[in-house]
């Protein structure tokens, strides 16, 4: 029998389907926890990462999960050409770790992020999306352990359901990754067109992404789900047969580094900006966990989170501010207030911010069209991570921190320093 590892985070919740899309194609699954011992991964002949909201998404989607030390395991287990498929959540997890697209050190090539539906020049939305969608298989079937029993161009139709789903790809990376034939699914139309509009590609892909591999083909990342429906099973099917055959490895490589510029700049915002600054009034579970990740990794450090607003407003445009913060749109005065950036010898504040900031423009076009607010010529959203060392001097950890990609991915975000 085949032993199918089925790994769980805390937020993890689509195990009950992987278990029966695993049983449907003759392969014994087994539940397996993050925090059981890791070791005992290598009696076993492959793994599914589950979807669902690892850590509830804290920081960004998958990030704190790709820092838990089972992923080390997995990491040893996909060198001796196990299969490793990662779903929805667990596709972000995948790319946070590294171990897709599988460059040198496991270095991050890919970022997954903010859904982007966008039809013209109008955001429809932002965020959770669900639905069904037509997969383009864009690879041959020998080229990965996971689309064996599929013909290139087959189409499949499959659910997705997720915030977090757009990937972005550097131009120098995605050229070798489409040479690679890494590319193993698209988003497409009922005819196999593939085209990059909303509704066809869903969260707005570079390339209309649905899937990508490793170099080697036995590590797949995908977001939406095979698990949910029997139009999936061909990709568990695929699997089977890859451990079957003694985990054969097509001959691909991906000797690529790139630079990356993660530089962190001084804030400096224009003179028609005016930043709002708001604090969480309840406990804020996303800062608890990122520091409780920060310290399991050696780094202990008190934190405080603070979202950020830069409103760029024009010369007529005095009672903005006003009219937004009456809107409620920007804050919630239930659970939040306006605040002050914080200020101390011995901490740090880092801006970040997504590169494409969807959320900033669909609230531009809400306060414009909803509320009928006029003079703002744009709206960006950012989060303040306030850190300050417990021990010593946060100065001369920061760079460390930065490195670990908890406070931001380099590929789709910005940062700041502000203090």
């Known amino acids: 029998m085949i032993n199918i590892a089925i790994i769980q985070f805390p937020g993890s919740n689509t195990e009950r389907e992987t278990i029966m899309a695993c049983r449907r194609v003759g392969m014994d699954p087994i539940e397996f926890l993050w925090n059981e011992p890791a070791e005992s991964l290598s009696d076993l002949d492959g793994f599914v990462i589950v979807g669902g909201f690892s850590y509830e998404d804290r920081s960004r989607a998958g990030i704190i999960a790709a820092l838990d030390p089972i992923m080390k395991q997995i990491q040893i287990e996909s060198k001796k050409r196990k299969p490793v498929l990662g779903i929805c959540n667990g596709a972000q997890i995948l790319v946070e770790s590294g ?199 050696g780094f202990d450090v008190s934190i405080k989170r603070q979202k950020h607003w830069e409103i760029e407003i024009d010369e007529k445009g005095a009672t903005v501010l006003n009219d937004i913060n009456k809107s409620g749109e920007l804050f919630n005065s239930n659970k939040e207030h306006i605040g002050e950036i914080e200020k101390a010898d011995d901490s740090i504040s880092i801006l970040v911010r997504k590169k494409d900031d969807i959320h900033g423009r669909i609230k531009h076009e809400t306060l414009k069209n909803k509320f009928g607010i006029r003079g703002i010529i744009k709206i960006t959203s950012g989060v303040i991570w306030n850190l300050s060392s417990n021990k010593g001097n946060i100065r001369s950890e920061i760079n460390e921190i930065l490195n670990t990609n908890i406070l931001h991915n380099p590929l789709s975000h910005e940062c700041y320093k502000i203090n």
């Open 99 to 297: 171990l897709v697209p599988g460059l040198k050190n496991n270095q991050r090539g890919v970022a997954l992020t903010d859904n982007k539906r966008i039809k013209g020049d109008h955001v429809l939305g932002v965020g959770y999306y669900n639905t069904w969608a037509n997969l383009r298989q864009s690879a041959p079937p020998s080229r990965s352990a996971f689309t064996r029993h599929l013909k290139q161009n087959d189409l499949i139709n499959i659910p997705l359901a997720h915030a977090e789903g757009r990937f972005m790809i550097p131009e120098l990376l995605l050229k070798k990754m489409i040479e690679n034939e890494q590319v193993l699914f698209q988003y497409c139309k009922d005819s196999g067109e593939v085209v990059d509009e909303f509704p066809f590609n869903p969260n707005g892909s570079i390339y209309n992404i649905a899937a990508i591999c490793n170099a080697g083909g036995n590590v797949m990342a995908m977001m939406p789900h095979p698990e949910r429906t029997n139009n999936g099973d061909p990709i568990f099917s695929s699997m089977k047969e890859h451990i079957e055959l003694g985990a054969p490895m097509p001959n691909f490589s991906l000797d690529l580094e790139l630079n990356i510029n993660s530089d962190i700049v001084k804030y400096s915002p224009s003179e028609k900006a005016r930043q709002l600054i708001i604090n969480l009034i309840i406990t804020d579970n996303e800062e608890i966990s990122v520091r409780n990740a920060l310290k399991n990794l």
